[in-house]
Structures are given as C-alpha cells and as structure tokens.
C-alpha cells in the first residue's frame, strides 16, 4: 500500500478544507510501528516517520515540509502560524489562515480535534489529552482563532479517534482532581470492576468542553483507539503488553 488511510469527517467534507484522521495504516514503519507511524518522538527509524509524513501532507495536497506538528506537551498553549517553522513549538494547538499550511497533532489515546470556519477561513488542530482538555487547550484554539478573524459559533470541530470510555480506567486521585474543578465533572465517570477505580469518558468530556465554549457544530467520530488495533495506535494498550514503545496516528488539516 502506498496512500496513506486517513478517515473522513462529514462535518469537514463539505467545507473548503483538505483534512485526514490518519489511521495506522498505509504506511513503510515496521513491528510495533507498523505501517503509519507519523511520531517523530517515537524511537522508529527517521526514514520511515519522514515517509509515512510525506504520504499524509501527499493526501492535504501541501509539501512535506509544510505538514507542521507541535512538541506537545499536553498543555493549554495554541500558537498561531503564517509561516512553517524550522523548531517544532512547544504546545498543543496550532492554527492558521495561510493555505497552503497543514496542520497536524499527533495521539495514541488522547483527543485529536481539527476545527475550520469556513467563512473566516481559518483552522485548528489541537491535541486534548485529559491535562489538556481540563487546562483549556480547546478553549485556547478557539480564542486563536478568533484573534484571526474567526467565530467559534461558526466554528466546525472534528473529535479523531481517541481512547473510549470502556476502555479508560482511572485511579481514585484522577477522579478527585476532576471534581476539584467543578462537581458537575462526576457524570463523565462510571465505575469501575476495580475497586475505587472509575472508568471516564474522554471523548463525552472533550465535546462538553466545546459545546460550553460555544461550539457552532461538533462531531465525534467515536472510534475507540484500546480496541481497534488493526487501525489504531493505543500508548495504553501498549503498556498493558509492557511494549517498550509505540506509534502515533495524525490528525491534519489544511485550506483546500
């Protein structure tokens, strides 16, 4: 196979933009990495992250050096761009209204969320893990975004395929710390058949956030990276195996 699998939102398909949910597949990495790793913090041969990069920014219709990926550090930080860069910055959100850009976060488990308001023409993408969507990274991308001519009640934003709420164990502190910030936050919860753990609900979490930051519209692809291995990485499962690493999907969009 030598095209990249990218999933399609419906949300995204009708309006001006390139976009892809890249799966694991349709790539050149090899074992645990097999076959479209696109993490270059993952210890995979550089080669072959640089071509499985080169099939996805092939599919946005931009220029391999123009598929740009922050350093995420699973923060509440979104940087705006004109421009690709030379150093990845160090945030979890990136956003733009120069085509020809494409813009990418990675994930194994963690939220991957592409946004477009097409009127405005400006995009997102921002990577949510729980720190993440509980610090205000969604937030953040909308506020950038608007700084750039965007509404977010215009605003499409596309959940990826992210770990679900069957698969997401969680220890009594997690859960503490959750309700720490807002009581409310206890119905993203279930219990657990382990004793004072809790199973949470990350994507129901993550589309909260948007709807009460004013969302226009919002769509879920409800794909659960634990239990679709053949399509999806998973850092969880992989410690579940004790692997000693694993690969990263990409989520990326840009201005058709």
């Not at 009708?14 to 050149?28: D, Y």
């Not at 969507?133 to 506020?143: I, K, M, P, S």
């Amino acid at each position: 196979m030598s095209e990249a699998l990218a999933l399609q939102a419906k949300l995204l398909e009708a309006l001006p933009v390139r976009h892809g949910f890249f799966t694991r597949q349709g790539g050149v990495s090899e074992g645990l990495y097999a076959t479209l790793n696109g993490g270059v913090g993952s210890r995979d041969a550089v080669e072959a992250v640089t071509e499985n990069r080169r099939r996805m920014a092939a599919l946005l219709s931009v220029e391999p050096q123009n598929l740009l990926v922050p350093y995420q550090i699973h923060s509440a930080d979104a940087v705006i761009l004109d421009a690709p860069f030379t150093e990845r910055p160090r945030c979890d959100a990136l956003v733009t209204a120069t085509p020809g850009l494409g813009l990418g976060v990675t994930g194994a488990d963690c939220g991957i969320i592409l946004f477009a308001d097409a009127e405005a023409k400006v995009i997102g993408a921002a990577h949510a893990g729980w720190k993440g969507a509980l610090g205000g990274v969604l937030e953040a991308t909308l506020d950038a975004m608007e700084s750039l001519g965007g509404r977010r009640d215009r605003t499409a934003a596309v959940l990826g395929p992210t770990i679900g709420p069957a698969s997401y164990e969680v220890g009594p502190e997690f859960f503490e710390r959750f309700l720490d910030c807002a009581p409310d936050h206890a119905r993203f919860f279930t219990p657990s058949e382990k004793e004072g753990h809790k199973m949470f609900d990350l994507p129901g979490f993550i589309g909260m956030r948007l709807v009460q930051a004013g969302i226009g519209a919002f769509e879920n692809l409800g794909l659960d990276t634990y239990r679709e291995e053949e399509l999806f990485y998973s850092y969880r499962r992989s410690v579940h195996r004790n692997e000693p690493d694993y690969g990263r999907h990409v989520a990326a969009i840009a201005l058709a």
